[in-house]
């Protein structure tokens, strides 16, 4: 480990300290729009270190984040609370082995459509197994204060940041990207490409299950329409995209910014967020096709080498 | 007697109605350089490909060492030591030249990794001619650069056979002459090469043993001169009187 890998290290555990300390300051507004954030950093980045080196882009993130919330929802009277995230991940590992094993062999916009799918397939099962049994939605009704919440999601923050630059000093890392360059040379190059892929996947669909089943106390009321909601899938990619997913640090440029305008037009022309995700859509393609790390990189490129 | 590396026995490989490769029996031995060559269509980049796992044979056996590999996906055909380039090459463009050939080393046949890895790519990109561009954007490479570095991220795992698919095609006489040069040298190291070849100095300078294939059977075997005096060797490139 290098004297810059250190420092990295320091000042990422420094910025998350100051991060986890925002409830004692406020614990109203701000709290509920960093809640929020935190949310959307947690799942933009577990799903760029899937989507960022491969180039697949997937839209399952609601399947697995509606899981993960199901698992709250069901079993928070009768397990201990923290019991809950881990039986998520299992779950979500597993959902995201058997689509992997079976869609990964896809490719380009096969890929994104089976995992659009997905989500709306996943929903429409609880649907039916609800209306079998009779169920409507479920009240998740906690003691966990918005608080709580928070300080779990930046405690998984730490840990997806964490495993992410793992990943990347690692084989796996390495695998990866030249699976994005060219699967067929990655194959000739003895990279087991199914395997590697599938083991990002579950990485990602996890950690999405986890921020379900930790954001399910939050909703108060969870019903399928809302959990497995497409909506989430698209905001995670758009984010993910805005910031780059070149480096670690990519998708949280772009999930700062985009829940801040999200949060102003929601609440002066709450119909209007699909335009604002059409719009930064449009914007990643013709104007940011790396995102922020991308305009980044061109500017430091520019203006001399900066420091390294 | 020199010692088999590589075993092709009865393989056959059938693209739906077509048969494009036809019941090939030919051996490798350790240390030659066997041509695989024929006119278009004849089957020659098929044969490559099943022996890298590309695709699987319909039937038929292929052993590296004894073992067979028929069948198994490429990354474990790889691993057991089959190095391949391609006819099109294909470099990894978003990362650097370096790393493009420790992308052959890490996962292969004789996995290196970290400091090791990179002398290791650097020594195997000197010993193909790169020397300042080393550091260049793999995007401004020359032509014969890119396939300098595609070969070294062959050689990059050590293999037990390196398949080289036309590797010197497309380019001009004086970078032929290079090409060549260092494929002698490749082979004067106590390498064991597969080369599908068109260029006819390449083969009568480089090739140990030549197998012939046209429309998918092996029509000869044996050294340059031999198959390229053969009958119906020249019969199958330019064509006979009694066919028109």
Same mark, same amino acid.
């Given at each position: 480990?290098?004297?810059?890998?250190?420092?990295?290290?320091?000042?990422?555990?420094? /910025?998350?300290?100051?991060?986890?300390?925002?409830?004692?300051? $406020?614990?109203?507004?701000? !709290?509920?729009?960093?809640?929020?954030?935190?949310?959307?950093?947690?799942?933009?980045?577990?799903?760029?270190?899937?989507?960022? +080196?491969?180039?697949?882009?997937?839209?399952?993130?609601?399947?697995?984040?509606? !899981?993960?919330?199901?698992?709250?929802?069901?079993?928070?009277?009768?397990?201990?609370?923290?019991?809950?995230?881990?039986?998520?991940?299992?779950?979500?590992?597993?959902?995201?082995?058997?689509?992997?094993?079976?869609?990964?062999?896809?490719?380009?916009?096969?890929?994104?459509?089976?995992?659009?799918?997905?989500?709306?397939?996943?929903?429409?099962?609880?649907?039916?197994?609800?209306?079998?049994?009779?169920?409507?939605?479920?009240?998740?009704?906690?003691? &966990?204060?918005?608080?709580?919440?928070?300080?779990?999601?930046?405690?998984?923050? /730490?840990?997806?940041?964490?495993?992410?630059?793992? &990943?990347?000093?690692?084989?796996?890392?390495? /695998? !990866?990207?030249?699976?994005?360059? $060219?699967?067929?040379? /990655? #194959?000739?190059? =003895?990279? $087991?490409?199914?395997?590697? #892929?599938?083991?990002?996947?579950?990485?990602?669909?996890?950690?999405?299950?986890?921020?379900?089943?930790?954001?399910? +106390?939050?909703?108060?009321?969870?019903? +399928?329409?809302?959990?497995?909601?497409?909506?989430?899938?698209?905001?995670?990619?758009?984010?993910?995209?805005?910031? =780059?997913?070149?480096?670690?640090?990519?998708?949280?440029?772009?999930? &700062? +910014?985009?829940?801040?305008?999200?949060?102003?037009?929601?609440?002066?022309?709450?119909?209007?967020?699909?335009?604002?995700? =059409? &719009?930064?859509?449009?914007?990643?393609?013709?104007? !940011?096709?790396?995102?922020?790390?991308?305009?980044?990189?061109?500017?430091?490129?520019?203006?001399?080498?900066?420091?390294? | 007697?020199?010692?088999?590396?590589?075993?092709? *026995?009865?393989?056959?490989?059938?693209?739906?109605?077509?048969?494009?490769?036809?019941?090939?029996?030919?051996?490798?031995?350790?240390?030659?350089?066997?041509?695989?060559?024929?006119?278009?269509?004849?089957?020659?980049?098929?044969?490559?490909?099943?022996?890298?796992?590309?695709?699987?044979?319909?039937?038929?056996?292929?052993?590296?060492?004894?073992? @067979?590999?028929?069948?198994?996906?490429?990354?474990?055909?790889?691993?057991?030591?089959?190095?391949?380039?391609?006819?099109?090459?294909?470099?990894?463009?978003?990362?650097?030249?370096?790393?493009?050939?420790?992308?052959?080393?890490?996962?292969?046949? *004789?996995?290196?990794?970290?400091?090791?890895?990179?002398?290791?790519?650097?020594?195997?990109?000197? *010993?193909?001619?790169?020397?300042?561009?080393?550091?260049?954007?793999?995007?401004?490479?020359?032509?014969?650069?890119?396939?300098?570095?595609?070969?070294? *991220?062959?050689?990059?795992?050590?293999?037990?056979?390196?398949?080289?698919?036309?590797?010197?095609?497309?380019?001009?006489?004086? @970078?032929?002459?290079?090409?060549?040069?260092?494929?002698?040298?490749?082979?004067?190291?106590?390498?064991?090469?597969?080369?599908?070849?068109?260029?006819?100095?390449?083969?009568?300078?480089?090739?140990?043993?030549?197998?012939?294939?046209?429309?998918?059977?092996?029509?000869?075997?044996?050294?340059?001169?031999?198959?390229?005096?053969?009958?119906?060797?020249?019969?199958?490139?330019?064509?006979?009187?009694?066919?028109?």
């Amino acid at each position: 480990m290098s004297m810059r890998d250190l420092r990295n290290l320091f000042l990422a555990a420094l /910025a998350l300290g100051l991060v986890a300390l925002l409830p004692l300051y $406020d614990t109203g507004y701000i !709290l509920s729009i960093a809640t929020t954030m935190a949310m959307f950093t947690v799942l933009a980045t577990s799903w760029a270190l899937f989507s960022g +080196p491969t180039h697949y882009i997937s839209l399952a993130t609601a399947a697995f984040f509606g !899981l993960g919330t199901f698992v709250t929802g069901l079993g928070f009277q009768t397990l201990p609370m923290w019991v809950l995230p881990i039986i998520a991940a299992g779950l979500g590992a597993v959902l995201a082995a058997l689509v992997g094993l079976v869609t990964l062999r896809l490719s380009g916009v096969y890929f994104v459509i089976f995992t659009l799918g997905l989500a709306e397939l996943v929903r429409q099962v609880v649907t039916w197994v609800q209306n079998r049994t009779g169920q409507r939605g479920m009240y998740v009704l906690t003691s &966990i204060t918005e608080r709580d919440i928070y300080w779990q999601l930046i405690g998984m923050a /730490a840990l997806v940041f964490l495993v992410g630059w793992l &990943i990347a000093r690692s084989r796996l890392g390495f /695998a !990866l990207r030249i699976i994005g360059n $060219d699967e067929t040379v /990655a #194959k000739h190059s =003895g990279i $087991d490409t199914a395997a590697a #892929k599938v083991l990002l996947f579950m990485i990602s669909g996890a950690v999405a299950a986890v921020v379900g089943a930790m954001m399910a +106390p939050r909703y108060i009321y969870i019903e +399928p329409s809302t959990a497995f909601a497409p909506i989430l899938s698209f905001q995670v990619v758009i984010m993910a995209l805005l910031g =780059g997913t070149g480096r670690l640090w990519g998708p949280l440029a772009g999930v &700062i +910014p985009f829940t801040l305008l999200w949060e102003f037009i929601s609440r002066n022309a709450p119909n209007q967020t699909l335009l604002l995700l =059409g &719009i930064a859509f449009l914007v990643i393609v013709y104007v !940011l096709p790396g995102g922020f790390v991308g305009l980044y990189e061109r500017l430091r490129h520019r203006f001399g080498s900066g420091g390294h | 007697m020199a010692r088999v590396v590589l075993e092709v *026995r009865d393989v056959t490989k059938r693209f739906g109605g077509l048969v494009a490769v036809r019941e090939m029996v030919f051996d490798v031995n350790h240390n030659e350089v066997l041509g695989i060559i024929g006119p278009n269509g004849s089957g020659k980049s098929t044969m490559i490909n099943m022996i890298s796992g590309t695709f699987p044979p319909s039937s038929g056996s292929i052993r590296l060492n004894g073992q @067979e590999i028929a069948g198994k996906p490429a990354h474990r055909i790889a691993r057991q030591g089959v190095a391949r380039t391609f006819q099109l090459v294909r470099l990894l463009p978003e990362l650097s030249v370096v790393e493009n050939v420790i992308a052959g080393a890490a996962f292969g046949h *004789r996995k290196r990794w970290g400091a090791e890895a990179e002398s290791f790519a650097r020594t195997l990109l000197e *010993r193909v001619g790169l020397g300042r561009q080393i550091n260049m954007p793999v995007s401004s490479l020359t032509y014969i650069n890119t396939k300098r570095v595609e070969l070294a *991220r062959a050689l990059a795992c050590e293999p037990e056979v390196l398949l080289l698919d036309e590797w010197l095609a497309g380019l001009n006489p004086t @970078e032929l002459e290079t090409g060549i040069d260092l494929i002698k040298s490749l082979r004067d190291e106590g390498r064991t090469i597969i080369l599908v070849e068109h260029v006819m100095d390449a083969i009568r300078s480089l090739c140990d043993r030549c197998v012939v294939m046209s429309s998918g059977a092996k029509i000869a075997e044996g050294t340059p001169t031999e198959v390229l005096a053969d009958e119906e060797v020249i019969r199958a490139y330019l064509g006979a009187d009694e066919d028109a």
